[in-house]
Each structure stands twice: as structure tokens, then as C-alpha cells.
């Protein structure tokens, strides 16, 4: 079945500076890989998603950039603000559908 | 619209009750799925259900049984509950008949298990 994997665990930067969390999966069938992001206490959110025929995607401050040959993809967020303190989950399809499948999450934190 | 509704929010069993966690969507979604989040764990599939009348097992099924009541509810029942399944219970659902499309999640269930 499919794994994702998930790095960092914890990740902690100072406000305006750029944050890169990266995820691996297993199953070449995968076809979807959205990113969530979750606050303390929250249900998580869709923030930002990418299909296997486009290689990167922006939106604002977030983009996203597939490698399918290489079989990972990673969220960069740019000029981080406090309220960018979440937790971050990637998820990738169960094959090319059916359900997806969660990395263990990142924990961001963003100092002023 | 309520969006992805789950009953209880919190919920404290002791070793062997069983009960049933509810959740019901008002966005006419195809596909449904049930979350366990542990620390460090992540979100974790238990069962889903891509369609009306159909379910399948995701990561983590054992010790859960589902039911797809109609297309607008699913349910997850344990029959015996365990320590072990202390947790945070999220239900979530998508338009497509496939995981290829945004999940809308419930607002978890904190069940305890004593």
C-alpha cells in the first residue's frame, strides 16, 4: 500500500523567512498530492494541491512542486507571518484513487 | 451548510463498551472517510467508503466496523473498545467517487478510552 513519509518533524523559523517541508511516497499509481494544514485544536484544511501532470503550483505565498520520477514533492511557503504556526500534513492518493494517505505532519512555529 | 457534522465532539468509554460515532455531510459528496490522529502519528485511515453501498478498508481497521448508511451519513462502530483507541476520530468527505479531490473534515470526536 502506499507510505508517505514526512520531513521535518518540527520545524521553527523566524518571521519573514522561508519554510521547506518536505514529503516521499511509495505507490507510482498516486495522482493527487494535497497539503493541509491544521491549528491547535482545529479540523485540517486544504491549502494548497497538485496533480501528477504539473510539476509546481503558487498560490500567494504557497507553491508546491511535484518530482514523480523521483517520486517526491515539497511546500514551500515564503516570507512566514506567526499565524503560519500549524501543524502541516502532505497526503498522496491510495493508488491513482479511492483515498488518501497522510504523512505524520510537520509542526511549524514562526517567531517574531 | 453545516458542511462535515460529527456526533459527539467528546466521549469517555471504559475498556469493552461499545459505541458509535456519528457523521453526516450536507454537500452531496460521493466518498467518506473515517481518521484516527494520534501524536506523532499523523492521520491515520481506518475505513472508507468511495460511494454509496460500498466500503473498504484503509491503514488501521482493526477493532472498527462502518456502515454506509445512505449517501449522506457514516457511521463507525466499536464493538469493544480498547485503550489503544484513545484518540481523536475525524470524519471527512469528498466530492469525487475517488481520493483525487479536496477533503472537507468533520470537527473530530475526542473519545477516551478508560
Known amino acids: 500500500g502506499e507510505n508517505v513519509e514526512q520531513h521535518p518533524s518540527t520545524l521553527s523559523v523566524q518571521e519573514g523567512d522561508s519554510a521547506v517541508i518536505k514529503c516521499t511516497y511509495s505507490?507510482?499509481?498516486?495522482?493527487?498530492f494535497p497539503w493541509y494544514k491544521q491549528e491547535l485544536g482545529k479540523r485540517p484544511q486544504l491549502i494548497i494541491d497538485i496533480r501528477s501532470n504539473v510539476g509546481e503550483k503558487k498560490d500567494q505565498r504557497i507553491a508546491v512542486t511535484l518530482n514523480k520520477t523521483a517520486k517526491h514533492f515539497s511546500l514551500h511557503i515564503t516570507e512566514t507571518q506567526p499565524e503560519d504556526s500549524a501543524v502541516y500534513f502532505c497526503a498522496a492518493t491510495l493508488g491513482a484513487g479511492t483515498a488518501l494517505i497522510f504523512g505524520k505532519g510537520t509542526t511549524l512555529s514562526v517567531s517574531s | 451548510n453545516a458542511g462535515v457534522t460529527q456526533t459527539p465532539k467528546f466521549q469517555v468509554l471504559k475498556t469493552g463498551q461499545s459505541m458509535t460515532l456519528q457523521c453526516a455531510q450536507d454537500m452531496n459528496h460521493n466518498s467518506m472517510y473515517w481518521y484516527r490522529q494520534d501524536p506523532g502519528m499523523g492521520l491515520r485511515l481506518i475505513y472508507y467508503?468511495?460511494?454509496?453501498?460500498?466500503?473498504d478498508k484503509g491503514e488501521v481497521p482493526n477493532g472498527y466496523n462502518v456502515s454506509r448508511l445512505n449517501k449522506r451519513e457514516f457511521s463507525l462502530r466499536l464493538e469493544s473498545a480498547a485503550p489503544s483507541q484513545t484518540s481523536v476520530y475525524f470524519c471527512?468527505?469528498?466530492?469525487?467517487?475517488?481520493?483525487?479531490?479536496?477533503?472537507?473534515f468533520g470537527q473530530g470526536t475526542r473519545l477516551t478510552v478508560v
Open positions: 471527512a468527505s469528498s466530492v469525487g467517487a475517488t481520493g483525487t479531490t479536496e477533503a472537507f
Open positions: 467508503s468511495a460511494s454509496e453501498g460500498t466500503t
Open positions: 505507490d507510482s499509481a498516486s495522482n493527487y
